[in-house]
């Protein structure tokens, strides 16, 4: 009995305190030594796996985004693209909606537009670029926003677990690309290039203005970046989902119609994601395939978490993981394949490993037991 | 005929049942982890790191002893695997990051591991095919009942199954009781359903996480170990074992966390997979590249309007542990 009320009083050696003080420019020294700690992890990985220098593997890394002007517009793309999709997600999450199935809403904008460019243009019904284009931009959206809202609506009246339903959501969408890509494809099962006789429904720029076709792109999720942070941060419907995010309760207590709510913010964030598929199908590739969100849609999660859904953030965050996919394909080429494509998953996961865990130094301290006190008691 | 659609099913459902064991495992305890995928891909190319480096060890293959052969890989399938859970668990638990973004990362890592190390093997075999193939290990997992063969269709629907078959169904069962019937079970859904409750109970809270999570990830790892050495004749080809993961993912939701529910909701799925298969071998519908999109999509169909039914009953036993995704933080309020 005395033995175990000994052992109950003990002081732990350490324990943990939730603080909300920390100044912001601490807050980011943690941060940029958490991606320090990482890059050096990811270097000695780089040495354990390969036997080669780290600092020439990040130097070839660095070339894949920046050595020739095509290899920089590629990587602007690349980083527009993921960015695009990250705001998408960015007003759900802020709600704490936990909206994974963005790869699906991605895909069925991206069909949305392909339908309409094939359905209404060379194959079928040539309609001239005015009519089309707007026809196709809205379809995509909607069909992006229609993706989004299904989960938001069952979320909202009955709140069926949202990780789960857009989970699923994905690879319904998934398998419905498969269909039209068959049935588009005649038996090939690629599409090709939809309309590459008149280009009609191509959202590009003329090729003088713009040599490498991502120009337009880059404007467009441009614009959305700041858009999306005015949206959240100074709009009463930004201001309305930060409320529900912190608490439901409050929310309904202050009378905002939380369901409301949820279904026109993911009825935003579908639609940002058609946006998203709309500039792969019919500004970039002109085709469609299962691929063509390229795991996108999960990577955006983690570009807008680590950004703290701020806008502006999420540049950077976005870059980070666009420089290390650029980087590991540069590296493919580089080592004669000793590193592979994949090798980009291990890199970006570790360093976001590193910026997550570093998320709680931020928000906690860890109290030491003092002597001191230990004498009081005494 | 239906001994061997049967038999397909099964073959088809046991990762499924390894994957969605392990993550019922793992939620029961308020951990929603969405690196099962990731995690299964990394217990597959654990168990063929494994088994390709004893394979080769060996001046001649007769000279094999079986008890290496399935050991080795099985030994560290189960490392790989424990290794993930305790990164997921580390992240979440002790840092108390959030769970979706790290299972997300988690997948992205275990699937960038395993195709990169799928890729520096099939390097190293120079062979002409993208893949690494085990086949003697894959010949010892997959070895029956020898006398499942002079049985007729009760030899082929029940015994003529790799050894790993049916410790995933002990698994399951095993589980099922632990939740249901025991006391540490009934705990482990304490912590799940309201951490702070339990805290206060005198469950250590990060105890349990930590168990349920890594036991669970290196359950979900023998999955991807089945898929490679029995579904795949020990073939790694880097790809296959996202869809087995998400997949497992679902039904654990359609299962409704129950384990022993998993076993049938496994088969069900597994035979779903492949019935397309069989329905145009028997001229029953007509299965092309133009229908299969649609049969594909069944099992996630399926998947959601048992969550949305689910939901909208309310049942009680029916619905996801009531903390699960959230971080316990024992001075919240």
Known sequence: MEKTKAKSAREPLFHIVKRTDIPKWKAWVIRILAVLAALVVCGIIIVALTGK??????????????????????????????????????????????????????????????????????????????????????TAILFGAIWGVIPAFFKANWNTNETLFTLMMNYIAI??????????????????????????????????????????????????????????????????????????????????????VVVRTMLISGALCGVAGLLLVSGTDQSITAETAGGRG???????????FNPFYMILTAFIVVFLQRGADELQTQTNRIINADFADILIAIIIFFIIGCEFFINYSIKFRSRKKKEVEA | MFAAFFHRAVLQAISLLFGCTGEIVTEKSGNLNLGI???????????????????????????????????????????????????YCFLTTTLRANQNVTGLALTTFGVGLGKYFGGVLIKLVNADVPSVTVSMTSNYYKATFPFADDLGWFG???????????????????????????????????VGENPATADAAGISVTKYKYLATCIGSMIAGLGGLFYVMNNASGVWSNNGLDNIGWLAIALVIFTAWKPNFAIVGALLFGGLSIAPYYLSLYDIVDINLRTKPFFDMLPYIVTVIVLIINSMRKKRENQPPEALGLSYFREDR
């Open chain 2, 156 to 190: 082929e629907m029940f015994l003529s199954y790799g050894f790993l078959t049916y410790v995933a169904i002990i698994i399951a069962f095993v589980a099922g009781i632990y939740l249901k019937r025991t006391r540490s079970g009934l705990n482990l859904r304490a």
């Open chain 1, 53 to 138: 220098n780290p600092f020439e593997m990040y130097k070839f890394m660095f070339e894949g985004s920046f050595k020739t002007e095509r290899k920089f517009w590629k990587m602007l793309q690349d980083l527009a693209m993921l960015l695009c999709v990250a705001l998408a997600v960015t007003p759900a999450f802020k709600m704490r909606f936990w909206n994974i199935g963005a790869e699906g809403q991605i895909l069925m904008g991206g069909l949305g537009a392909a339908i309409c460019m094939k359905l209404l243009g060379d194959d079928g019904a040539q309609l001239s670029n005015g009519l089309l284009l707007p026809i196709t931009i809205i």
């Open chain 2, 37 to 87: 995928p990731g995690i299964m891909y990394v217990g597959g190319i654990s168990g063929v790191i494994g088994a390709f480096l004893y394979e080769n060890s060996l001046p001649d293959k007769s000279e094999a002893s079986w008890f290496l052969a399935i050991f080795i890989p099985l030994l560290c399938c189960l490392a790989g695997s424990l290794i993930m859970g305790l990164i």
């Open chain 1, 175 to 260: 398998q419905v690309i498969a269909y039209f890509t068959f049935i588009w494809s005649s038996g090939s099962n690629t599409v090709g290039k939809i309309n590459a006789e008149s280009h009609a429904g191509w959202l590009q720029l003329p090729r003088e203005v713009d040599k490498y076709g991502y120009l337009l792109n880059v404007i467009i999720v441009a614009l959305l970046t700041i858009l999306m942070y005015l949206y959240l941060k100074y709009s009463k419907q930004g201001y309305e989902i930060s409320v529900v995010g912190e608490s439901v309760n409050t929310a309904r207590y202050v009378g905002i119609n939380v369901k409301k």
């Open chain 1, 298 to 308: 999960y990577t955006a999660i983690m570009v807008s978490w680590l950004a703290q």
